[in-house]
Each structure stands twice: as structure tokens, then as C-alpha cells.
């Protein structure tokens, strides 16, 4: 839980201080699913090769992340593609093109989401009609990870204070201590939250309607879009 919390704090940091943090996120959505649909489509290894280095680009001087970052980012998923690539070599698969695909969809899927906070991918999903219980869940177990992570830090440090980890019949000890008690923690917040679900009396939940902005400079890169569009039909032609 940690590294997922450490992942997102990151995202969700990068999220809150970009230039385009105010615009209008279903222009944000649109161009990069629709750029994710049309990019799964090609099977050209230098499309998605061309694609992800100018996505790469978007991310450091469009977004302002730093190369400490972004390699922060690729690191996990760039190792698991390459660790997969044995297994597709040795099943005979393409695995060039494979490889190219995932890292462009990767690439893809973290500039939406470097440019869209949590409250934002909510205000997508209410706008594609989500169920409000879906949306609700989807934000409360983003909450949740924060919350396990902080609790079992806290209790983690509590122990090692009291040299709970000083031999292996202690660290058991402790590591049920800890099992326990964040169970009943657990279990303390989600009665908190079910008191908070109840309170609202069947409403749903407390969506705010911000005012977003429609940016020429964004819609630039719809222009980008429609060229790779027309890329990938041509190649299919």
C-alpha cells in the first residue's frame, strides 16, 4: 500500500500544479481516449514508438514534469513490459510491437491523469452517467488507501518504539497487534462513513459543479489528434 500511495501522492501532485488543471475535463478525457482507441488500432511499431516521445515531451514541457518523475512513473510498468517480453518471445509473438503498444498506452493513460485530478475523474465519470454508488465507492477507496497506509505507518511506528520488532517471537506479537488493531480501525471509519451516507438522507453524493474553461491552447492538440487519426486510417487504407 505504500508504493500505491507513493504513486498516487506523486499523480495526484503533478494533478494540482499543471496550466491545464482548470480546463474543461471531458476535453481532457476525449482527447486521450480518443487517441488511446485510435493508437490500440495501428499495428505500425514506429507510430506508437513516434507517438509515445511526443506524448513524453507533452509530459515534460507542457505539464512540467521532471525527469526524476517521470522516470519515478515508467519505472514499475516499463519493468513488468520487459520482464513479459521473455514470455512473448518464447510463445513467438510480436513482441516488439507489443511492447510499443503498452508503453504508448501507458504514456497515454498517465497524461490524462497528469492532467486530471481525483475530483476531476469523478466530474468525468457523472458526466458518462456512472451510477452514483460507482462514483462514490471509486472516490471513498481512493480515500481509503491515504487511510490504511497513515494507520498502519502510525501503529508501525508505535511498535518500533517500544522494540516490538526486537526478535521474531516480539515481531509476531507485534505484527498481530498491529492486524488487529487496524481491523477495528477499519471498521471504526467505515462507521463514520456509513453515518455520513445516512445523514444525507438518500441523497446523492456532495458533487460541487465547478466552471471549467475551454483553452484554445488545449484544443491545439486536438489538431494533433486528427493527424494521427488520419496516420493510422491511411497506414489501414
Given at each position: 500500500?505504500?508504493?500505491?500511495?507513493e504513486?498516487?501522492?506523486?499523480?495526484?501532485?503533478?494533478?494540482?500544479?499543471?496550466?491545464?488543471?482548470?480546463?474543461?475535463?471531458?476535453?481532457?478525457?476525449?482527447?486521450?481516449?480518443?487517441?488511446?482507441?485510435?493508437?490500440?488500432?495501428?499495428?505500425?511499431?514506429?507510430?506508437?514508438?513516434?507517438?509515445?516521445?511526443?506524448?513524453?515531451?507533452?509530459?515534460?514541457?507542457?505539464?512540467?514534469?521532471?525527469?526524476?518523475?517521470?522516470?519515478?512513473?515508467?519505472?514499475?510498468?516499463?519493468?513488468?513490459?520487459?520482464?513479459?517480453?521473455?514470455?512473448?518471445?518464447?510463445?513467438?509473438?510480436?513482441?516488439?510491437?507489443?511492447?510499443?503498444?503498452?508503453?504508448?498506452?501507458?504514456?497515454?493513460?498517465?497524461?490524462?491523469?497528469?492532467?486530471?485530478?481525483?475530483?476531476?475523474?469523478?466530474?468525468?465519470?457523472?458526466?458518462?452517467?456512472f451510477?452514483?454508488?460507482?462514483?462514490?465507492?471509486?472516490?471513498?477507496?481512493?480515500?481509503?488507501?491515504?487511510?490504511?497506509?497513515?494507520?498502519?505507518?502510525?501503529?508501525?511506528?508505535?511498535?518500533?518504539?517500544?522494540?516490538?520488532?526486537?526478535?521474531?517471537?516480539?515481531?509476531?506479537?507485534?505484527?498481530?497487534?498491529?492486524?488487529?488493531?487496524?481491523?477495528?480501525?477499519?471498521?471504526?471509519?467505515?462507521?463514520?462513513?456509513?453515518?455520513?451516507?445516512?445523514?444525507?438522507?438518500?441523497?446523492?453524493?456532495?458533487?460541487?459543479?465547478?466552471?471549467?474553461?475551454?483553452?484554445?491552447?488545449?484544443?491545439?492538440?486536438f489538431?494533433?489528434?486528427?493527424?494521427?487519426?488520419?496516420?493510422?486510417?491511411y497506414?489501414?487504407?
Amino acid at each position: 500500500l505504500d508504493f500505491i500511495k507513493e504513486k498516487l501522492m506523486l499523480i495526484d501532485k503533478i494533478a494540482n500544479n499543471n496550466k491545464f488543471l482548470k480546463i474543461n475535463p471531458m476535453e481532457k478525457f476525449f482527447f486521450s481516449i480518443g487517441l488511446l482507441l485510435i493508437m490500440l488500432i495501428s499495428d505500425k511499431i514506429l507510430f506508437h514508438v513516434i507517438n509515445s516521445v511526443i506524448i513524453i515531451l507533452f509530459l515534460i514541457f507542457l505539464v512540467k514534469i521532471s525527469f526524476r518523475e517521470l522516470a519515478e512513473l515508467y519505472k514499475v510498468p516499463v519493468s513488468f513490459i520487459v520482464l513479459s517480453n521473455i514470455s512473448f518471445a518464447l510463445t513467438g509473438e510480436n513482441y516488439i510491437l507489443l511492447t510499443a503498444k503498452a508503453i504508448n498506452s501507458i504514456s497515454i493513460v498517465y497524461f490524462l491523469f497528469c492532467i486530471t485530478p481525483i475530483t476531476q475523474v469523478a466530474y468525468i465519470m457523472k458526466k458518462l452517467k456512472f451510477p452514483s454508488i460507482i462514483i462514490e465507492l471509486f472516490l471513498l477507496i481512493y480515500r481509503f488507501i491515504f487511510l490504511f497506509t497513515e494507520i498502519k505507518n502510525q501503529f508501525l511506528t508505535s511498535q518500533k518504539s517500544r522494540l516490538g520488532f526486537i526478535n521474531r517471537k516480539a515481531s509476531y506479537n507485534s505484527i498481530g497487534f498491529i492486524g488487529s488493531n487496524m481491523f477495528f480501525k477499519v471498521l471504526k471509519y467505515t462507521e463514520y462513513v456509513n453515518i455520513s451516507v445516512k445523514s444525507r438522507l438518500g441523497e446523492d453524493f456532495l458533487f460541487w459543479e465547478e466552471t471549467y474553461e475551454s483553452s484554445k491552447n488545449f484544443r491545439y492538440l486536438f489538431f494533433y489528434l486528427i493527424i494521427v487519426i488520419l496516420g493510422v486510417v491511411y497506414d489501414k487504407i
